[in-house]
């Protein structure tokens, strides 16, 4: 697993294009344009399992979905971030993304640290430090866990038949 951090402000357009709005749309056609402005390693390097930490207002610009597709094609465990624009924070909810908002551990981190998550339990562990993030909510794992909030839903209603 690898920790990719970077800075505040990191809007939509920096996490995929502008330019590829009308022309991807899958998640096969937005993975090689993640990142590719901000960090031009990062599509062809991130692995399943990998964590994103950032600082303040991540997320924020355009309402386009195409970044949250993209993060949760790729496998991204869970962004960590001292905070999140709130269209994005509502767009990764629906497509089952994990966010965490933990001040302290982003600014915590330094290359090469260890890290764990503890999404029940509302703990990171970094290099034996442990940073307390309120416990996400039972339906938000399941969410996740299921693919996204239509894959959820789905599911809910093929219990209830």
């Given at each position: 697993?690898?920790?990719?951090?970077?800075?505040?402000?990191?809007?939509?357009?920096?996490?995929?294009?502008?330019?590829?709005?009308?022309?991807?749309?899958?998640?096969?056609?937005?993975?090689?344009?993640?990142?590719?402005?901000?960090d031009?390693?990062?599509?062809?390097?991130?692995?399943?399992?990998?964590?994103?930490?950032?600082?303040k207002?991540?997320?924020?610009?355009?309402?386009?979905?195409?970044?949250?597709?993209?993060?949760?094609?790729?496998g991204?465990?869970?962004?960590?971030?001292?905070?999140?624009?709130?269209?994005?924070?509502?767009?990764?909810?629906?497509?089952g993304?994990?966010?965490i908002?933990c001040?302290?551990?982003v600014?915590?981190y330094?290359?090469?640290?260890?890290?764990?998550?503890?999404?029940?339990?509302?703990?990171?562990?970094?290099s034996?430090?442990?940073f307390?993030?309120?416990?996400?909510?039972?339906?938000?794992?399941?969410?996740s866990?299921?693919?996204?909030?239509?894959?959820?839903?789905?599911e809910?209603?093929?219990?209830?038949?």
């Open positions: 697993m690898k920790v990719w951090k970077y800075g505040d402000n990191i809007n939509t357009d920096m996490l995929f294009p502008g330019k590829y709005t009308y022309t991807c749309s899958t998640p096969i056609e937005i993975k090689p344009h993640l990142l590719e402005d901000l031009p390693s990062f599509a062809n390097a991130v692995k399943e399992g990998d964590i994103i930490l950032a600082g207002n991540f997320g924020c610009g355009s309402s386009r979905e195409q970044p949250v597709v993209g993060l949760k094609a790729v991204i465990k869970a962004v960590v971030a001292e905070s999140y624009a709130r269209i994005f924070y509502r767009s990764s909810i629906n497509q993304l994990l966010l908002e001040p302290q551990a600014k915590a330094s290359d090469g640290d260890n890290i764990s998550l503890d999404l029940e339990g509302g703990k990171i562990n970094i034996r430090k442990i307390s993030f309120p416990k996400l909510p039972k339906e938000i794992l399941a969410i866990k299921a693919g996204g909030l239509l894959e959820y839903t789905r809910k209603l093929k219990k209830k038949k």
